[in-house]
């Protein structure tokens, strides 16, 4: 044990000096108390205390520390240390000399001092009460003033900085409802759009409430014409309402632009509003959320607008492709028709021809020969026929159609995609005559089964079901490939799984656009690397 660790012991800081003022011991207390100093002057200039000093220019005299260094006898001060975040305690400095020593002890006075401090105000206070009460009242007043407005102030300034960072008249109002309830210590508090001559609740902050008709008394519509903030005391929010149990504030809140009504905030509460301390804000509210909502409206018209431009573009794009591949399978298969009907005439002639050999094995390799020829002329007369149905361009009109047969023909045309290596597997079901335009939605067949094909990278099936359910055609063509790697981008005009040059990303963006067009929906499942599956379904009616 070392000389000096008898004042860890000790309650007070405490720290000890040798003969050449070196700090040789500071006790646990002094540590925890005071911050780390790299010498005693740093220390020294943290504590001060109230001396009157002969020789003003002399900085140690206002030391306390250098006082009790350069005292001959014991020493004692009260003194004032001054920390870091500049916060300031009291200690009684007691300092003695032994043995060459100089042990300083500080005993902490802070709580003593502050509660003289406080003591003493309490003193002075007492005598100032009998005549500060009434100007109490009177600032307690204005403090009270001052808070609600500070309030409304506050409501008013959340609210505009809502508008300001959102144009989701969703989020605008519901936020707005948020702060007058909070304000207003509203139980119910929800936005009624107008809505030939009553209301219906678009926001609420009881969800169940969302699209519920509501009227209101004569007195009320009065003040909703006016233009004029309405607030009673009723026992009914509103007239198809069922009454509470004991009588509330209802305050109604109509929401104009310009002369136009918009709708109104209705908010019933338990509280005791005076409608004049509210009136202020309320119409700021009003004038706001007025602004907020025609805006909000317009975004929404903006965004439909470009929406519908979208798919015009798409449908633009389609027609314009349709019309080109339309003009030029007429061509094709004018030009092939004319050398197929030669052809197809010379091998009925070299048919008869044949029939009128002697030599057997002759007329029989000849034969075959013919038949091999005339199976590839009733070939190309199909592919023909195939080509001039797929495109369809005398069809604008709704027509009854075979959606089986309609999947086998665009299966037909794509046979040099599948060919030797994709497995084609049908489960057709028994489908009614579907009223469709058969050339689009073969276009939609075509776009998912080559995709499907391309997919495969060596070999694999596509299976094919077609099923009418609930009035509705479903048709799932399910494949083996690679699957898709961002499925909810796929009918994004532009976006495109498949090399630069390979694919223009427009596929199933018309394809959507193409099964809306007959009221339907078309979805996808995917897994990467074991395939996808397609589901379209079509209103059969």
């Keep these: 044990m070392g000389k000096f660790d008898l004042f860890n012991k000790f309650n007070s800081a405490v720290i000890v000096l040798d003969n050449k003022n070196n700090v040789v011991f ?88 502050s509660l003289e401090n406080v003591l003493q105000r309490n003193q002075n206070y007492q005598k100032k009460i009998s005549l500060l009460e009434n100007e109490n009242k009177t600032l307690s007043r204005i403090k009270q003033q001052a808070q609600s407005q500070a309030m409304k102030l506050l409501l008013l300034n959340n609210i505009s900085n809502i508008i300001r960072e959102s144009i989701d008249t969703s989020i605008i109002l519901t936020s707005a409802l948020e702060e007058l309830s909070q304000m207003f210590g509203a139980f119910r508090a929800y936005y009624a759009k107008e809505s030939d001559k009553s209301f219906q609740i678009v926001e609420s902050l009881d969800k169940s409430d969302i699209n519920k008709i509501i009227s209101f008394d004569k007195e009320v519509n009065n003040h909703i014409k006016s233009a004029k903030v309405c607030c009673n005391i009723c026992m009914k929010e509103y007239q198809e309402a069922k009454p509470f149990r004991e009588s509330v504030q209802r305050i109604v809140v109509p929401i104009y632009h310009l002369n136009k009504l918009l709708g109104v905030i209705v908010l019933s509460t338990k509280q005791k509003t005076r409608l004049n301390d509210a009136l202020e804000v309320l119409d700021g509210v009003s004038s706001q959320l007025g602004n907020a909502i025609i805006q909000g409206e317009l975004v929404n018209d903006l965004t439909r607008t470009l929406e519908e431009l979208k798919a015009t573009q798409l449908q633009l794009i389609n027609s314009e492709k349709m019309a080109s591949l339309g003009q030029l399978v007429a061509g094709v298969a004018h030009e092939i028709n004319t050398p197929v009907a030669s052809i197809k005439s010379n091998n009925e002639i070299t048919k008869k021809i044949i029939s009128r050999i002697n030599d057997s094995e002759i007329s029989e390799l000849l034969g075959e020969i013919n038949n091999i020829d005339s199976e590839a002329i009733a070939r190309i007369n199909r592919l023909v026929i195939s080509l001039r149905k797929f495109v369809r361009l005398d069809e604008a009109e709704l027509q009854e159609a075979d959606i089986n047969k309609e999947i086998d023909l665009t299966l037909d045309l794509i046979r040099h995609e599948t060919k030797n290596r994709i497995t084609i597997v049908k489960n057709y079901g028994k489908l009614p005559p579907i009223k469709c335009y058969p050339n689009m939605l073969n276009q939609v067949f075509m776009n998912i089964l080559v995709n499907a094909a391309q997919s495969i990278k060596t070999e694999g099936s596509i299976t094919i079901d077609t099923d009418y359910l609930d009035n509705n055609l479903v048709v799932k063509i399910k494949d083996t490939g690679c699957g898709i790697k961002d499925p909810d981008k796929i009918f994004f005009a532009g976006y495109t799984t498949k090399g630069v040059g390979v694919g223009t990303g427009l596929g199933l963006a018309i394809s959507q656009k193409i099964i809306e067009k007959h009221n339907g929906k078309i979805g996808v499942k995917t897994k990467l690397n074991k395939g996808s599956e397609f589901c379209i379904t079509i209103p059969g009616g």
């Design 26 to 113: 500071r006790n646990n207390v002094f540590k925890r108390v005071f911050s780390d100093f790299e010498n005693l002057k740093k220390f020294s200039h943290k504590l001060n205390y109230n001396i009157c000093a002969l020789v003003s220019n002399d900085v140690a005299v206002h030391s306390p520390i250098a006082q009790a260094v350069a005292s001959p006898e014991d020493f004692s001060a009260h003194v004032m240390y001054q920390t870091s975040n500049n916060d300031y305690f009291y200690y009684d400095m007691n300092s003695a000399k032994k043995n060459n020593y100089i042990i300083i002890v500080f005993t902490d006075v802070t709580a003593k001092i």
